[in-house]
């Protein structure tokens, strides 16, 4: 009879074992995966190939822009998952900084006020479930995930009866025209590269990715948050002062969510729309990536610099999405999702444990 | 019941567990496997028994050569395990756990068990849940278990408290070789208790088998002894040295006002109220039975959970209330029975002492506590059991807190390291620090302590140590009363 | 409304969830945080809607539905059961991979409205198709008593201590997950067969009804029993929010959604904190991995 046997590793991989592991599943399950979705739904291999891998593409600024998003986020949750909460709530707290920046941008035009607006209501969406994971040990994962839809259907009756939108299509009134982020303007080599993401957040990205760096892993701040997403008990044991690292992380995070979603509306539309399918994803206002960046933060694995590789594979896979249309679009984005993250946990486990298939018991 | 290992190697990462053993045991005769701490023995049980699987060699069990097994084959084969926690359902009854395994109903279940209590004469009270029992009634019913399920071959891993206190269970186990023809395992560190019962005995030590010998005097004591813990070392030596010492040094301190307190202290309904303190330069320790409130004693001393009445007093402020890093930023550092508790395994050394705020110069306290590691970058999770102990006492050593208070310190160091450890805590306790320890081995708190209470259902009870050191049978009878 | 069609209705909705709840019951007592019931819901409604639209036979369709309910818990089997994997994070990778999935398969006939099931006459199908939810769960509370259910807790208990009794704590467990996707693909497939709900099947006819389901039941203690009223509580759910659009108030169809959602989580947190003080309730090893050999515990 087979069975299948699984012991934990004693020792953590090696840098570059985990860097080559996980990027060769990585794309691997994620172009077979796609491949056989695309099959089954009849979309031509070739064309998605031609569309999405020639040469403009591979380095668009579209790529670009999607690559430091997904690693703004990405790094949010990388703090989150170190910290011991894993947050499946992106979704819902990267909207609701949208809505944040947006709201207050009608009454005081200044984007440092809406930022700040925007980053208190993604702590708040991520104290909620944090708390009762630390104090009470209530699943973070289901409540933060839960809250994705109720932050989700807020914003659609927001939308639809607050603002009284187009009713074919309901949307909120652009943002105020004062509010912008500044890009790379000329016609030099970086324009070509930049033109469509800002300053502000590459060099928000640059920073976090270093600080991070040093913080979690050379330096004491680091070392307690990490000692609280081990276990609550050996944190207090080592004598950490809980509710103040818990808070320092989630500053962090929410701030990066809250730079990531000006991003988002300030780059993009500029408008928040109706949410259709507030279920999973793809036609929400940030397309998912509020679960697939978590996919990143569990393989990056408290590494930072780590997270712009696997951003820039990832944001490949949205381009193939949005080179789609109609429901089949939907499709590849939900199926995108699913598998971004269970590469995420399929090398998580071939890393930190040893999985031995035999087929016989006897000799 | 013929059963034969054949170069059984099992590695954890890196470290060898066990190196190409070789062994045999057959129905009738009882075989021992002595070792000290980490010598491999439990692990090698776990194999015969089918929860490890060996990374190589041959397990034959009545000739029949199998790659491992598991413990559904050993169950059916009549191979059983008595574990030292024994591992049984903890929120079922004994009944219904014998349930799971038998596969019939409540009342025959009950017939069974009452007829084999009588017959072999081990008696349990059954309908009781499993976490209520002590290790010892675990222990038995899980013999009564096996011996329903007509076990042929059963071992027993560190049964020390039968081996050395129940006469009636070791009357058990001849009975069970010679007129049930029934095979026995015994695995221990208790050389003398061992010598009384075997037929044969192995001996172990880093994974390998040392030695075998085919018949048992009780002469073989001393060689034994050098043999489990090395020929070449002095460490038996140092053992013998330091038990006597201890007995005839006595510092004289003046003992002003108390620096901890408990008063009237409840961490359990079914356990009395605790009333304890601790001096400056004081090594207190309390003694209770592994799993009958310890560790809601440590819980609640280290504010982890609220006590269910009383206060905690510690330099005369009360500090029932206080979260644990208040209680450590004042000076009192915890270190908890399950050492994962006090440490992240997948921590490097050097980010343990960041996280304990010990720079540079930590490295001297490390190496005076000799714990053997790589380099600074190294894994917590290599280093072995003992190692991590000696690693945290090294963490005292750094920090210099005023009180320690500690559940079971003395973990799986072995006899040299426990020798070491005895020798930092007393000069540790002569610069006026204090030690609350609560121990579930009662001859490790006999050689230690200064004062010593016992802790039983009425709660807690001060004994005289000169009294209990003369006559240690007194501090056994007031714990299980 | 006529209150008899509105009590048949909230029966009818509630019977569809008290299946999926029964399922969810059995997998957490085994030790399994089944999330993946969303996925299988979603697929055996699309697989239940294509065979009966191709077969004209609605009770092939709702045995296919059953089945394709499976498949995910097959892979959740794999993940989270044999591997050490994140059970919820696996669960919410299955969901979206099979809602992808249900997508392709609901897009692959034309869009009809399907024939339903019908026993007499639709309100004495909806009256089966209650009756039948609440004899298995009664079914369902009598094997909980027997050895079955001590084999099924002993998994979500202690599967270490139940593996060294010689019990196999992952073929329990993934029995629990089966009878779950089982049990998911029956609810799956009455959302579009059973005769009140809608006869068109459309891309996000489950709403998130699985994930709401894993919410809800540490409110049913687990218990079979229980979970009739709380299956039935959560189908008056849309009813009641229906009432409240239609009496005038400030209530929009999207603050009607979220209410579902509001509700379980409030639920599911008071819950929580309820059932972590009174120990014995909450299966001890729920949510937990099986790794042996763990050299440090």
């Known amino acids: 009879m087979i069975s299948i046997y699984v012991r934990r590793k004693i020792q953590d991989p090696g840098v570059f074992k985990m860097l080559f592991l996980s990027l060769g599943l990585f794309v691997s399950i994620f172009l077979i995966g796609t491949m056989i979705i695309a099959l089954v739904g009849g979309l031509g291999i070739k064309e998605l190939l031609t569309d999405v891998f020639n040469k403009d593409l591979l380095l668009s600024p579209i790529l670009i822009r999607y690559t430091v998003i997904i690693s703004l986020i990405s790094l949010a949750l990388m703090i989150n998952v170190a910290s011991g909460f894993t947050n499946l709530g992106g979704e819902g707290q990267i909207t609701l900084g949208m809505l944040g920046l947006l709201l207050a941008s009608i009454y005081l035009p200044d984007l440092s006020i809406g930022l700040v607006i925007s980053l208190l209501l993604i702590f708040i969406w991520q104290m909620i479930p944090y708390i009762l994971k630390i104090y009470r040990d209530v699943s973070d994962v289901l409540t933060s995930f839960i809250m994705n839809f109720i932050a989700l259907f807020m914003i659609n009756h927001i939308v639809t009866y607050v603002f009284r939108g187009d009713i074919a299509r309901p949307r909120s009134p652009p943002i105020n025209e004062k509010l912008s982020l500044h890009y790379v303007s000329g016609d030099n080599f970086l324009s070509l590269l930049f033109s469509r993401v800002s300053i502000e957040s590459i060099v928000t990205l640059l920073i976090f990715i270093i600080l991070l760096y040093i913080v979690l892993l050379r330096h004491r701040i680091g070392y307690s948050i990490r000692m609280i997403g081990y276990s609550v008990k050996t944190a207090s044991l080592s004598g950490v002062k809980i509710p103040i690292y818990m808070i320092i992380s989630v500053m962090i995070s929410s701030l990066l969510l809250s730079i990531a979603s000006a991003e988002m509306l300030l780059g993009g539309e500029r408008r928040i729309y109706y949410n259709d399918y507030a279920k999973i994803g793809m036609s929400s206002m940030s397309f998912g990536l509020g679960y697939t960046a978590l996919g990143i933060a569990l393989l990056s694995n408290g590494r930072s610099y780590l997270i712009l590789i696997y951003s820039y594979l990832l944001s490949i896979g949205y381009m193939i999405v949005f080179t789609s249309y109609g429901y089949f679009r939907l499709i590849l984005g939900t199926a995108v999702i699913g598998l971004s993250l269970l590469s995420a946990l399929l090398t998580d486990l071939l890393l930190r444990y040893e999985v031995k298939i035999s087929w016989s018991q006897r000799r | ?481 | 409304m006529v209150p008899e069609t509105l009590i048949l209705q909230i029966i009818g909705m509630g019977a569809v969830l008290i299946y999926s709840l029964l399922g969810e019951i059995i997998s957490e007592r085994s030790g399994i945080v089944n999330l993946s019931i969303e996925g299988s819901i979603a697929f055996s409604a699309a697989t239940s809607y294509a065979i009966t639209i191709a077969y004209h036979n609605p009770l092939i369709g709702l045995l296919f539905g059953v089945l394709s309910g499976i498949i995910p818990s097959i892979f959740m089997t794999l993940t989270s059961v044999y591997m050490p994997l994140n059970m919820i994070v696996s669960g919410i990778v299955f969901s979206s991979i099979f809602s992808a999935a249900s997508i392709v398969v609901g897009n692959s006939v034309p869009r009809l409205p399907q024939e339903r099931l019908v026993f007499i006459n639709e309100n004495t199908t909806l009256m089966i198709i209650f009756l039948s939810a609440v004899s298995s769960a009664i079914v369902l509370k009598l094997f909980i008593g027997r050895r079955i259910g001590l084999l099924i807790r002993s998994a979500g208990e202690d599967p270490y201590s139940a593996y060294s009794l010689g019990i196999n704590p992952w073929r329990i467990r993934m029995f629990g997950l089966i009878f779950s996707g089982a049990m998911g693909g029956l609810t799956g497939s009455l959302l579009t067969l059973s005769p009140m709900i809608s006869m068109i099947w459309r891309e996000n006819i489950t709403a998130g009804t699985g994930f709401i389901i894993v919410a809800v039941t540490p409110s049913t203690l687990w218990d079979p029993i229980i979970a009739i009223f709380i299956g039935i509580f959560f189908g008056s759910i849309p009813l009641i929010s229906i009432y409240l659009q239609t009496s005038g108030m400030m209530f929009s169809a999207e603050l009607a959604s979220l209410l579902p959602y509001l509700i379980a989580l409030s639920l599911y947190i008071i819950f929580r904190i309820v059932l972590a003080k009174r120990s014995g309730l909450v299966p001890r090893a729920l949510g937990k991995e099986i790794v042996l050999e763990e050299r440090y515990e």
């Not at chain 2, 490890?52 to 059983?80: A, C, H, Q, V």
């Not at chain 2, 209520?132 to 007509?150: A, F, G, H, P, V």
């Not at chain 2, 038996?236 to 301190?253: F, Q």
């Not at chain 2, 206080?322 to 209680?327: D, L, M, V």
Request: charged share 30%; aromatic share 8%; hydrophobic share 35%.
């Open chain 2, 1 to 481: 019941m013929f059963i034969e290992l054949d170069k059984i190697n099992k590695f954890f990462g890196d470290y060898k567990a066990l190196d190409n053993v070789s062994m045999y045991f057959r129905s009738g005769e009882i075989v021992s496997i002595l070792g000290e701490n980490g010598a491999g023995k439990t692990t090698l049980l776990n194999i015969v028994y089918g929860l490890y699987r060996p990374d190589s060699g041959i397990i034959s069990i009545d000739g029949e050569r199998l790659r491992y097994i598991t413990p559904r084959y050993s169950i059916n084969k009549g191979i059983f395990l008595v574990q030292q926690f024994p591992r049984l359902i903890e929120t079922m009854t004994g009944l219904e756990n014998l349930v799971l395994l038998l596969n019939e109903r409540r009342e025959d279940v009950r017939k069974l068990l009452d007829e084999y209590s009588d017959r072999f004469k081990i008696y349990v009270d059954y309908n009781k849940k499993v976490s209520d029992m002590t290790l010892i009634e675990r222990q038995k019913l899980y013999t009564l278990m096996s011996l329903i399920q007509n076990a042929k071959m059963i071992l027993l891993d560190e049964p020390n408290t039968l081996l050395t206190n129940d006469l009636e269970y070791i009357n058990f186990l001849r009975r069970f070789s010679r007129e049930h023809e029934g095979g026995v395992v015994i695995c221990s560190h208790k050389i003398k208790a061992v010598l009384d019962i075997s037929d044969r005995i192995y001996i172990m030590r880093r994974g390998r088998v040392l030695k075998e010998y085919r018949s048992v005097s009780k002469e073989y004591y001393d060689e034994i002894l050098d043999i489990m813990f090395g020929h070449n070392s002095d460490t038996s030596t140092v053992y013998k040295s330091v038990e006597k010492s201890n007995r005839d040094e006595e510092i004289s301190r003046e003992f002003s006002k108390d620096l901890f307190k408990t008063k009237d202290l409840v961490v359990r309904d079914d356990i009395g109220a605790i009333d304890l303190s601790v001096k400056r330069g004081e090594i207190v320790s309390i003694v209770t039975i592994a799993g009958r409130g310890d560790k809601e004693l440590f819980n609640v001393l280290a504010g982890l959970t609220h006590p269910l009445k009383g206060s905690i007093v510690y330099d005369g402020e009360d500090i029932t209330k206080k979260p644990t890093y208040e209680r450590i930023s004042r000076g009192i550092l915890y270190i908890p029975d399950n050492r994962l508790e006090i440490i992240n395994p997948r921590y490097k050394i050097r980010e343990l002492l960041g996280l304990w705020k010990i720079n540079s110069s930590g490295v001297v306290c490390i190496d005076k506590m000799n714990v053997v590691y790589r380099s600074l970058e190294s894994q917590i999770s290599e280093l072995s059991g003992g190692n991590i102990t000696r690693l945290l006492i090294s963490i005292i050593l750094c920090t210099k807190p005023h009180l320690v208070i500690s559940h079971n310190i003395f973990n799986g160091l072995d006899q040299r390291g426990y020798a070491h450890a005895l020798k930092i805590i007393r000069d540790l306790r002569q610069e006026r620090m204090s030690f609350l320890m609560i121990l579930n081995d009662y001859e490790e708190a006999l050689e230690i302590s200064d004062r010593i209470y016992v802790l039983n259902e009425e709660g807690s009870k001060e004994i005289s140590i000169e009294k209990a050191r003369l006559e240690p049978k007194i501090l056994w009878r007031e714990l299980v009363s």
